[in-house]
């Protein structure tokens, strides 16, 4: 009788454990389309950028890595959204390293090609702490769009500003320049995202 409540009570601690695992390996893979996590941004060793790359981008529409502006200092990320008033922009904060980003990936350039012709920019800034990185990145993906790549720091203050606590988060900016939306739906959304920018339009 006792061996029999031993194993009664095994195969419960068992069962739980398994339930625990699932649980757990379910958290952190979402739902396959990346549309249900998201990876935390944390301290310097994810936010400080260097800028040592040879790679180049040839499918970006426009790439923002060390520019200047008028006044001979870097462009920021405000700079980025100013070049493209009179247009609906799309932001999409990612990195290489972030898988949920990279799911989304597929569904951003569905979402780019539908807006396609339109007065609409999809503006990607990266949270990659090396520019090789970055750039190997888009190139692999064929991430089609604006690229920024913030200066040194630079994307510590836009996460500030803007709440970014964790990586993919998507903002909408009017043409008028105003944030509308500072945690936009994802692209994964489908038409979700797409009223809502034809909104704007």
Avoid at 64 to 75: E, I, M, P, R, W
Avoid at 76 to 86: I, R, T
Avoid at 101 to 109: D, I, L, V
Wanted: hydrophobic residues 40%; neutral net charge; glycine residues 8%.
């Amino acid at each position: 009788m006792m061996k029999k409540i031993i194993l009664f009570f095994a195969l419960i601690a068992t069962a739980a454990s398994c339930a625990s695992e699932k649980k757990q390996a379910n958290a952190s893979e979402g739902n396959g389309n990346g549309s249900s996590t998201h990876v935390v941004i944390g301290g310097p060793e994810k936010t400080q950028t260097t800028h040592t790359t040879t790679a180049s981008i040839t499918n970006a529409e426009k790439v923002f890595l060390d520019q200047t502006n008028a006044d001979g200092s870097v462009k920021m990320f405000e700079d980025a959204l100013a070049e493209y008033k009179g247009k609906v922009i799309y932001v999409d904060f990612w990195a290489s390293w972030c898988p949920p980003c990279r799911g989304e990936m597929p569904s951003s350039q569905k979402l780019h090609s539908q807006f396609e012709g339109k007065d609409v920019v999809f503006l990607y800034v990266s949270f990659d702490r090396a520019a090789d990185a970055w750039k190997n990145g888009i190139e692999k993906m064929d991430i089609k769009g604006v690229h920024f790549y913030p200066a040194a720091d630079a994307n510590q203050a836009v996460s500030t500003k803007y709440g970014i606590s964790g990586i993919p988060r998507y903002m909408l900016v009017d043409k008028t320049g105003k944030v509308v939306n500072q945690d936009a739906p994802r692209p994964s959304s489908g038409q979700v995202i797409a009223g809502l920018i034809n909104q704007y339009l």
